[in-house]
């Protein structure tokens, strides 16, 4: 218990300096609605829930254009690892013979399908994404409340989920509204807006005007990663359709970024124990030291355990390699590995 509460202190403490990292959940599992339990209209849910899947994995341009893709969604049956009904809720405007369907797809058979193909492939572990939204109705603009906009809190939440993007909302405390209006949102010099969300310390960040009209919802978007501006927008739609093209368009984005081709190199992962970190300012320069290594693709913190602070690593190539690149930094030193067990390793901070 005590090394629970212990390790609860540290992640508080440390939740507004180090990068949000989230390992999503379920990645290729999804619930989508079966027209009926006829054969024809379970292959085309199946069919449907392997698309949704595939353009939340993979990387690249016009993904459901791809040869490759469509030859597997024509025989995405084949892909099921296992499906379950169930009824549909109440309120789902759907027929009566309509149902509800859990599907889990083989990620392995998936890997290996698309091995000689371009596409990459982005794992589980993904940046949150700062979303900072103004809506716009009646002719008022307001900073996006969760409690007092529960429509809009619902569509981000369902696009988020579609699309495996983690998303983090500003807390807007008392110093954060002093500092930040809906104009520095709107505006498009975005050094302010961009100064405020450094608190987050997060990788990416999303700014959106939502407007509702008579009969649908506009919006316009700007994303700002890896030192770029980029902007969209999305006309006349409903609020599922607008918020959605909001979160594909971060995950276009992140996932040429972040991921790999699997017949390249292997994406393994350790978990790195670093001994002598002492406050703040040795925890961000273990994480950032770690992020900074080319062979790794996310490093998360976990915990700590016995006097150490606990990541795990995912990083791209040989152990050997990871180890030789930890070390060559004359940050960390390595401590006895014959002692040490195979999916994890121990470092010590050196001190300046």
């Known amino acids: 218990m005590k090394v629970a509460i212990r390790a609860l202190l540290i992640c508080l403490w440390i939740v507004c300096q180090t990068s949000y990292a989230v390992e999503v959940e379920r990645l290729y599992e999804v619930e989508v609605v079966a027209e009926s339990e006829l054969e024809n209209d379970r292959v085309a849910a199946i069919r449907h829930a392997l698309s949704i899947v595939l353009t939340r994995v993979l990387a690249g341009n016009d993904i459901l254009q791809d040869d490759t893709v469509n030859a597997v969604l024509m025989n995405a049956i084949y892909y099921v690892d296992e499906y379950q009904y169930s009824l549909v809720a109440t309120d789902a405007n759907v027929g009566e013979s309509a149902r509800l369907m859990r599907v889990l797809f083989d990620e392995k058979l998936l890997i290996d399908v698309f091995r000689p193909s371009q596409l990459g492939f982005w794992n589980e572990i993904r940046p949150a994404t700062l979303v900072w939204l103004v809506v716009e109705q009646d002719g008022k603009k307001l900073l996006f409340d969760a409690d007092l ?9 369902k696009a ?9 909302y500003p807390i807007q405390d008392l110093k ?5 209006s809906v104009n520095d949102v709107l505006s498009a010099y975005s050094t302010h807006l961009l100064e405020v969300s450094q608190r987050y310390d997060v990788v990416s960040t999303l700014a959106g005007k939502m407007v509702k009209e008579e009969a649908c919802w506009k919006v316009e978007w700007t994303f700002y990663f890896d030192a770029k501006i980029e902007q969209w927008r999305s006309e006349c739609g409903s609020i599922n359709q607008v918020v959605l093209t909001g979160i594909q368009g971060v995950y276009d984005r992140l996932s040429k970024y972040y991921a790999v081709k699997p017949d390249i190199k292997k994406i393994a992962s350790v978990i790195l124990k670093v001994a002598n970190i002492n406050g703040m300012k040795d925890l961000t320069k273990v994480i950032g030291y770690l992020e900074s290594l080319s062979m790794i693709k996310t490093a998360t913190w976990v915990s700590v355990e016995d006097g150490y602070n606990v990541y795990r690593v995912f990083y791209q190539g040989r152990r050997e390699d990871l180890n030789d690149a ?11 590995f014959s002692r040490q067990k ?3 390793v121990k470092y010590k901070l050196l001190i300046e």
């Open 342 to 344: 195979v999916a994890e």
């Open 176 to 180: 954060e509204t002093r500092s930040l």
């Open 160 to 168: 988020s989920a579609q699309k495996k993007i983690p998303v983090l």
């Open 326 to 336: 930890l070390a060559n930094g004359q940050l960390l030193r390595r401590e006895d």
């Open 149 to 157: 906009m529960p429509e809009v809190d619902a569509a981000i939440n």
